[in-house]
């Protein structure tokens, strides 16, 4: 059987942290930046962890 592929927007989106949890960025920051708070696009800034009920999926697509 040959070798499982890494989905390729998947491995631009994530990356695994060393305690082995799946680090993501926040949506809504590409445009219309105009029309947000500046409170806001502050909070937008920080990345975040991928939910306990994506995880698996998202293993997947990185074949992790």
Known sequence: MPKMKTHSSAKKRFKITGSGKIKRFQAKTSHMMRNKSKKTKLRLRDSSL???????????LLCK
Do not use: Q
Not at 50 to 60: H, M, P
């Open 50 to 60: 991928v939910s306990t009920a994506d995880e698996k999926r998202v293993r997947a």
